[in-house]
Every structure is written in C-alpha cells, then in structure tokens.
C-alpha cells in the first residue's frame, strides 16, 4: 500500500532540503564564495541538488551574477521592474533558461566553475539525476505517492518559491538598505533566507543573511552547524546592522 497521507509532509521536507542546498550551495558558496565548503560537503550538497533539481550549477551561477550585475534594468534576466510580477512569477524557469542556454553568458559570469571530472561523468546528466530521485521516492513511498512528491515538489520549486525570490523580492517590500530589492520575512522562513534579498543585494558577499532580530535566516544555523563540523568555512564578511536605512549598496557579487 502507498503512503498517500505521508505526501505533503514529504513533499514539505524533499522542497524545503532542496531549497537550503540551493541557497548554502549554488548561492552562497559558489556564486557569492561567501563559504568555502570542503569536499565531503561539496559533493554532498551536489547529490542532493543532481536528485531534486537537475540544475547545472555553472548555469545557475552564471545567471545569478547576471542578475547582480544588472540589477533590475537592462541586461537583467528576471526583472519584474521590467517583465512584470507576473511574468516573472509564472515565466521565471523560461526567462532563467533563455540566460542560462547563452554560452556568452557562462564565459562572462562563471570562468571559475567547472565543469569538473563529476560534471562531465554525472552531474552534467540532470535529467538522470531527476529520473534517480523520483524513483528512490517511488521506492521509499509506493509508486503514486512517490510519483505525486515528485510532481508537488517541481511545482513549489520551480512554480512558487524561486520564482518568488526574484518576482516579490523585486517589486515591493521593507527595506534596510538603499537597493531595489525587498525583504520578506515570512517568505524568508520557506526560502531559505533568500526572502531578505534586500539585505543580501546590499552586502551580496555576507554569508548570514539577516541582519536585525526579527529576521530569521533558516540557513544561518545549518551553515554554523557546518563550520563547528568543520565541512565548511565561512569566508564572507560579517555584517553589522546600524539602524541606518539609507545604506548604500554594493552593486557587484
Ligand atoms: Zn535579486
Ligand atoms: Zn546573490
């Protein structure tokens, strides 16, 4: 018998993993190099990412430096400034693809990433990642549970939560500092942390993305946990919150 009633708290746990590998991994690590991560750590995190996501990290970082570099105006590849809420929000996977597919955009934003021996022989092969991922769910769950995890979980991830990220994390929200990004709070607590993208648009190469009390960064703790573990090395500038809302921001990464 399938374990039907076990679904959503599954599904809650495989996006939510996924969502802190992308966060610690393809965003603070490699794209910001904000932590070092040793190499029990690294590898962990790319299996974890090849299962749920498929997601060539050089492409994601190459996007995302974009998106830094050309922050909400010409050049951007996901701009609700530009596109619309909505067409960011619903079209971000076609707007991340168009980007990450252009070769002049991975020489340009991620001459340092890879692709590695692990790449070429697995890694590369995002769709067998997948296919390995959704059939360990098959395996643990039953044949349409696991299959329903896997459906559910492609759809919070790539349908509501990054895109979420880019679409309400640049359109309206609180600020600390002077960018055009925003903060989320709440959105933050299912994010990750990416949900203070204000805070992170203005010190991208901080590895804690929270800077006052009532914000919380889930992947602040796991990545504490880590360094004390010693698998990771926090290499990031601290940063301190002053109460000053008029900060100006760095507009590189
Ligand atoms: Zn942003
Ligand atoms: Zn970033």
């Not at 020489?107 to 697995?122: H, K, N, Q, S």
């Not at 990642?129 to 039953?142: E, P």
Request: proline share 6%.
């Amino acid at each position: 018998m399938s374990a039907v009633w076990a679904v959503p708290l599954v599904t809650m746990a495989v996006t939510q993993v996924t969502v802190l590998a992308t966060s610690i991994y393809l965003h603070r690590a490699l794209a910001h190099r904000s932590i070092h991560l040793r190499p029990l750590a690294d590898i962990t995190f790319r299996v974890v990412l090849w299962l749920t996501t498929g997601l060539c990290r050089r492409q994601w970082v190459a996007v995302h430096r974009k998106h830094h570099t050309f922050t909400d105006r010409e050049g951007d590849p996901h701009s609700p400034q530009l596109l619309g809420f909505w067409r960011v929000q619903l079209f971000n996977v076609v707007h991340y693809m168009r980007a990450a597919r252009d070769p002049k955009t991975l020489e340009t934003f991620a001459p340092d990433i890879g692709p590695d021996r692990l790449d070429r022989v697995l890694f590369s092969r995002g769709v067998l990642g997948l296919g390995v991922g959704l059939s360990l769910l098959c395996a643990i769950l039953g044949l349409w549970a696991g299959l329903l995890v896997g459906l559910l979980h492609a759809v919070l991830y790539v349908f509501v939560l990054l895109p979420l990220i880019n679409a309400l994390g640049h359109w309206h929200g609180s600020k600390n500092f002077d960018n055009t990004a925003s903060n989320w709070r709440l959105v933050a607590w299912i994010t990750g942390g990416e949900g203070l993208h204000n805070n992170h648009h203005a010190h991208p190469r901080a590895a804690k993305f929270s800077v006052r009390r009532s914000e919380f960064d889930p992947s602040w703790p796991i990545i504490r946990l880590l360094a004390a573990a010693r698998l990771l090395v926090i290499t990031g500038p601290p940063v301190t919150w002053t109460g000053d809302a008029a900060r100006r921001s760095t507009p590189s990464y």
